[in-house]
């Protein structure tokens, strides 16, 4: 049995590695879902989906799915958390704009959009608002679905401004023209084709609902000297490193104030030197009391020396 199971796993491995997939939990690779840009979007198995805790696993089966009352003249907001593994879902409601408002519960300046994308782990709050042509009564489509191109699979739930239950929508989404292209927000690629008639809206064209004048305002940030820091966190040398430093755990509780002699730590060279030959050492930052301090982090694959001095100084330039 022991041997078997071996067998079976080395199959697996030897599936997956040569694009064929396991045959039970993966997709071969003509079979995956392929994107705008010609890229596989995943390797396994879609099997369903729910939205509000409800789905259909076969859509034609009538299994009852998530329903939310919506009320005339009354803004209602949702709040979407992405629980799923692999695949991202575009989400979209028939017949309704959607104003996205927060992400990842930070508040945003409203975009409005006809639909946006959320991945694996993302949350989005967003605003419902009614199409013009649209009577705020009846039942609608509220869609979730994923990003393939050759196929897609989905979920959906209803938004009811009526008291009935247990009738499925008949509405349709709105079709993107030329003349009325649809707006996708989070978008992973830049564009769509052109005969998609669909725009993308970048995740980087949100903007804070926190302008520097109100934060000055609150908290006075303007007056405030703080201390920046800068850590890379991709491996541009071998082994995984931060800034290019393998890390090396201590031997022994630190002693406050005494690192630079601790005879339990291997001590670090210039930062200089590590960006050029890496090191493996105990890396050390130590922060000033009762001071702000900012850290950026990055995730430049390149050459450590090119990558890691040239975006320091160019930091430091534009101050």
């Known amino acids: ?14 599936n997956y590695l040569t694009g064929k997939g396991s045959g039970d939990l993966q997709y ?30 076969q859509e034609h089966l009538p ?25 991202s879902y575009e989400v979209l409601a ?8 927060a992400l990842d519960g930070y508040d945003i300046q409203p975009l409005s959009v006809d639909s946006f994308i959320i991945n694996a782990g993302e949350s989005i709050d967003f ?16 869609r979730a679905r994923t990003l393939g191109k050759n196929v ?18 008949t509405s349709y989404e709105r079709p993107c023209t030329a003349e009325k ?18 725009t993308s809206v970048a995740l980087t064209d949100a903007r804070s609902a926190y302008t520097p004048d109100w934060l000055d305002s609150e908290f006075g940030l303007n007056d405030v000297e703080y201390k920046e820091y800068f850590f890379n966190f991709a491996f541009p040398l071998e082994p995984p490193s931060i800034n290019a430093v393998t890390f090396v755990t201590p ?33 050390l930052k130590e922060l000033p009391y009762n001071e702000t301090i900012q850290v950026l982090s990055s995730v430049l694959k390149c050459n450590a020396t090119v990558c890691l001095s040239d975006w320091f100084n160019n930091r430091l330039a534009s101050k």
């Open 1 to 14: 049995m022991v041997g078997r199971n071996k067998g079976y796993l080395l199959t697996c491995l030897l």
């Open 28 to 57: 071969s690779r003509d079979m995956r879902e392929i994107s705008v840009e010609g890229i596989p979007i995943a390797a396994f198995t879609y099997v369903s989906s729910l939205l509000g805790g409800r789905g259909r696993w």
């Open 63 to 87: 299994y009852p799915l998530s329903e939310y009352r919506l009320t005339s003249d009354v803004e209602t907001r949702f709040r979407l958390v992405s629980a799923a593994f692999e695949y």
């Open 94 to 101: 028939d017949r309704h704009s959607i104003t996205v408002i």
């Open 127 to 142: 605003l419902l608002v009614p199409d013009q042509d649209t009577a705020q009564s009846g039942r609608y489509w509220l």
């Open 152 to 169: 897609t699979h989905g979920v959906k739930a209803i938004l009811a401004y009526d008291n009935e239950t247990g009738t499925d929508p």
């Open 181 to 198: 292209p649809c707006r996708i927000f989070n978008c992973p690629s830049a564009s769509y084709p052109e005969e998609l008639n669909r």
């Open 251 to 283: 031997r022994a509780l630190l002693r406050p104030e005494q690192y630079d002699n601790d005879p339990h730590i291997i001590q670090c060279p210039d930062e200089a030197e590590c960006q050029v030959n890496g090191c493996v050492c105990t890396y």
